[in-house]
């Protein structure tokens, strides 16, 4: 894809939005499988369907809703996608991202990013959350590939500690005085749609890896080269460990996901008090 081309996606994509929505948010969010429903807690809500939104396809992963959202979360303006674009759709890297690259267009300085993911660290527990402190991107491919966009960011960006650690203190803190737990350890992505083989679980874990999943690492990336702060979290849905006796179904994992729900909405609508 070439730069003009990306770039005019961008555009288009920001100018769209403008004609739908007069204020700018602050902080932007994305709801990972099963999380959907956090945009319960978003007030005075303006909805945009990916598929009104130029150049993006729609959102077809199970449980990812496809949805835009703007509102009200206390003192914040925020937009929130009900669901994102992963790999495994058939997307490139660079759509995966691009609704990042929109909302910094658009005004965010801080985006908040979830997901469902499956545990690799055998002191989890399947219903935890995870605050991710750094992430291995095993997909094989970067949302930067290609001329660099210089009015987001550098061409060579630094990739250490992307995720912001005074936020991560913040959730930390916001959790122990709501009594969740709240695990932290490193993400290994990749592209998926498949689960994982044994063997490829045990690599992960010796290459240092607490939680696996299909998706955020390239809208992380995307957003550190946009100079927009990270507060990433992962939802465990279920233990991906190489010497259990079966893996979790993708309903076992949607549901799991939605279990979660409640202590992940408490969590983050504190959390966005605070920031």
């Known amino acids: ?19 739908k929505v007069s204020k700018s948010p602050d902080i932007g969010m994305i709801l990972g499988t099963g999380l959907g429903n956090f945009v319960q807690n978003i007030d005075n809500q303006i909805i945009i369907p990916y598929t009104e939104i130029p150049h993006l396809p729609a959102a077809t992963a199970p449980g990812h809703s496809g949805n835009l959202i703007f509102g009200n979360v206390g003192n914040h303006y925020v937009v929130a996608m009900q669901g994102r674009l992963h790999l495994y759709e058939g997307n490139t890297p660079q759509t995966a991202s691009i609704l990042v690259r929109a909302m910094k267009k658009l005004g965010i300085h801080t985006i908040v990013i979830s997901c469902a993911s499956g545990g690799l660290n055998n002191l989890f527990q399947a219903g935890d959350i995870m605050l ?38 913040l959730a930390k ?34 290459a240092g890896g607490d939680a696996v999943g299909m998706s955020l690492v390239h809208e992380a990336i995307a957003a550190v ?20 006796e079966r893996h979790a179904t993708e309903d076992e994992v949607i549901e799991a996901g939605k279990q979660i729900t409640v202590k992940f909405n408490k969590l983050v609508t504190e959390l966005l008090t605070k920031i």
């Open 132 to 169: 991710i402190t750094d992430h291995i991107n095993l997909t094989g491919m970067s949302p930067l590939t290609g001329p660099n966009l210089d009015e987001f960011g550098p061409r060579f960006p630094t990739m250490f500690d992307i995720y912001d650690k005074d936020l991560g203190k």
């Open 173 to 206: 803190q916001v959790a122990l005085n709501n009594h969740i737990q709240l695990q932290s350890g490193v993400y290994v992505g990749y592209s998926g749609p498949h689960y994982c083989t044994r063997a490829e679980l045990n690599y992960f874990t010796i």
């Open 225 to 244: 080269h946009s100079g927009i702060k990270i507060l990433a979290l992962a939802a465990i849905t279920d233990l991906a460990l190489p010497y259990a």
């Open 1 to 19: 894809m070439a730069e003009t081309g990306l770039m005019q996606k961008i555009d288009d994509i920001v100018g769209f939005i403008k004609g």
